[in-house]
């Protein structure tokens, strides 16, 4: 029994038939194109797809990338992009020919070049992908990358090229693998240091290390150490000086009468003998001879102990004695005649310089200056520009300058600051205090020794700030009242104050 067809069966064939000629037509509309510029028309398209610059719909600020400078870096994206602009440039060269549909990566990746200026960043910024950005740093500075997708949205991503500070922190944990704290950072064109050293020698180290390789760029200092900073000095100070003197003279005088008077004539006169201690020798009518003879000895001892604190690198000074001015000529650079007398300050006394630095392991290094100046008993005359003659004080100094290294609590001497001044004189009439025996009566002999010895101890302490103010001696004084005073003849008060702390004693 033959078999009937059901009518919908055959609906499938023929809108295959239906959509073979609306094909067919399709393509008999369309001439035909040769096949090397079949690809021309893809550059078209993507070129017009990123040159052609849409109003952004929406703008959002994506986080900030920190770039190393000479170095390549990848970055995710979390949108994908259709074009790039840097710094409000378009991008540059254009997309390569047969760009992909948007939505989908280009072909060829789109690079931006930034031209900057000082603080604006140089580098390269390529589109490898709608969402992969590549960057290379090429100058240090900063800028921004304005972003699109397709739907509009426009991206701001703030980029900061930074110097690397890779190589740096590498060397320091190679050559210093005990200084584990110190780190670097790059900040735009500066390498910045920061953390903690053991002493400031590691820190000097590592500064001449940094500015190395700054290779021109700023080396921010922002390390501290951990060692104790502050260096107290003690010092005592010891001079003992001893003065001789003998002298032995004499002097002959004729004292001749005459009406209204006596005139007294000096035969051997005053520049035989010193007016120290005098005695009538020999008086014969009216001559007379007179000896002088002295004999001074003398001891001076000085004692100081100053204690002076500073800051590891830092200089302190001390000075016990006072100032002088002393008057200097000034031209006046060809304005008038003559010259300006100007005042110049001079210290003198016990002085001490010192600027210490703390080492590893509490040793320190001293630089130190110690000085003892007194004014002189002789001047220097010089005539002013009014023709009056005056002196200008001039001072004795024994200073020491010297640099040594020592540990905490560790003494060190600076001694053979020895002075030995002998001065002898004689003084004779001539002819007849060369005659022996007699002659003595006509010279005059001073002999003077000067002898002087200085020392320095000096012994430098780490010390640190106390805990709490130290308590006063005055803490427990009160002033007594007058009933107390009068009556009682109290100095002080039986009843201490409040606040006062309670007493101490030291068995």
Known sequence: MPTQRHPLAI?????????????????????????????????????????????????????????????????????????????????????????????????????????????????????????????????????????????????????????????????????????????????????????????????????????????????????????????????????????????????????????????????????LSGGGGLIDALRVGRARLTLDGQKDDGIVRVLAEPNVMAISGQQASFLSGGKIFIPVAQSNNGIGSGSTITLEEKEFGIGVKFTPTVLSGDRIHLKMVSEVSDLSQTGSPFTTVGGVTSVLPSMIVRRADTTVQLNDGQSFVIAGLIKNNVNESVKRFPGLGEVPVVGALARSTEFQNDQSELLFVITPRLVKPLPESPRLPTDNHVVPSRAEIYFNGALESATPPADAPPPQFQH
């Open 11 to 271: 609906l499938p064939a023929l809108c295959t038939l239906a959509l073979s000629m609306t094909a067919a037509g399709s393509l008999a509309q369309t001439p035909p194109m040769a096949a090397p510029a079949a690809p021309a028309a893809a550059p078209a398209m993507a070129s017009a797809r990123f040159s052609d610059h849409k109003r952004c719909a929406r703008v959002e600020v994506d986080s900030p990338v920190t770039v190393t400078l000479g170095k390549s870096t990848v970055i995710p994206l979390k949108s994908r992009v259709t074009r790039i602009l840097v710094s409000g440039q378009p991008p540059s060269p254009r997309p390569a020919p047969g760009a992909p549909a948007p939505g989908t990566a280009p072909a060829a990746p789109v690079a931006a070049q930034a031209q900057g200026n000082d603080g604006i960043a140089d580098m390269e910024v390529m589109l490898l992908s709608p969402t992969d950005l590549f960057f290379r740093g090429k100058r240090a500075g900063s800028m921004n990358v304005i972003m699109q997708n397709a739907e509009g949205v426009c991206f701001i991503k703030d980029i900061v090229v930074t110097v690397d500070p890779g190589a740096l922190q590498a060397k320091l944990d190679e050559l210093m693998p005990g200084e584990s704290r110190v780190k670097v950072r790059g900040a735009a064109n500066s390498l910045v240091l920061s953390g903690e050293v053991s002493d400031p020698v590691r820190l000097a180290e590592i500064m001449t290390l940094a500015n190395s390789y700054g290779d021109g760029k700023k080396v921010v200092n922002m390390l501290r150490t951990t060692s104790a900073q502050q260096v107290m000095l003690e010092v005592k100070i010891a001079e003992v000086s001893k003065t001789l003197l003998d002298r032995l003279g004499s002097s002959l005088n004729y004292a001749k009468s005459y009406s209204g008077g006596m005139s007294t004539y000096t035969v051997l006169s005053e520049f």
